[in-house]
């Protein structure tokens, strides 16, 4: 089983400053990486699929990157609602596996 | 709109079954693969199981295989996991969710709300 292992656990930031988190994977998925997002008592939502497509409605300040082994989601100038908990899930091979998760939280 | 709704959650005593269903609406169901997860209090996602469109390929976990059987009936527009021989550690939150697009397996864009599960004595 592919493991996932994202960093920072949790990142303490500030409205409107830039957020890098970090998924790296035990072996090469190639781009087969999706990212979401959620929120406290709701479901997860996608924000991006083959480790650098936006899912339909994710505003243009979330960006995905990367490959094999290592990849990063950015939001360029963080907005109140973006704030959550964001995992990565890797698609490249049976059984799928999730990172841990990295908690965003207000500064 | 496209709507998932889960059902059939509970509690169980060990060694108990469950079978959860999940209700599709607003897409062509038999046409996506779908998939379930679970997320334990405070923790993280945990993928459990998939299955194809038509249902003929499924995946498992290692923690729930020969334990958990997905399955589909597409003339009703519904997603199943048959759980038995449940233990402790299967207490979570279930979600349905179905992929992005008809032809890969890229991403989880619809999940539905969820159906807790606790097993206990």
């Known amino acids: 089983e592919i493991v996932l292992t994202q960093s920072p656990a949790t990142l303490s930031l500030s409205p409107g400053e830039r957020a890098t988190l970090s998924c790296r994977a035990s072996q090469s998925i190639s781009s087969f990486l999706a990212w979401y997002q959620q929120k406290p008592g709701q479901a997860p939502r996608l924000v991006i699929y083959?480790?650098?497509n936006r899912a339909t409605g994710i505003p243009a300040r979330f960006s995905g990157s990367g490959s094999e082994t290592d990849f990063t989601l950015t939001i360029s100038s963080l907005e109140p609602e973006d704030f959550a908990v964001y995992f990565c899930h890797q698609r490249r091979s049976w059984p799928n596996s999730f990172g841990r998760g990295t908690k965003l939280e207000i500064k | 709109e496209v709507q998932l709704l889960e059902s059939g959650g509970g509690l169980v005593q060990p060694g108990g079954s469950l079978r959860l269903s999940c209700a599709a609406s607003g897409f062509t169901f038999n046409i996506y693969a779908m998939s379930w997860v679970r997320q334990t209090p405070g923790k993280g996602l945990e993928w459990v199981s998939g299955i194809s469109g038509r249902g003929s390929n499924t995946y498992y976990a290692d923690s729930i295989k020969g334990r958990f059987t997905v399955s589909r009936d597409n003339s009703k527009n519904t997603l199943y996991l048959q759980m038995n021989s449940l233990r402790v550690e299967d207490t979570a939150v279930y979600y349905c969710?179905?992929?992005?697009?008809?032809?890969?397996?890229?991403?989880?864009?619809?999940w539905g709300q969820g159906t807790k599960v606790t097993v206990s004595s």
């Open positions: 969710a179905k992929e992005r697009a008809a032809t890969a397996y890229d991403g989880l864009d619809t």
């Open positions: 083959d480790a650098s």
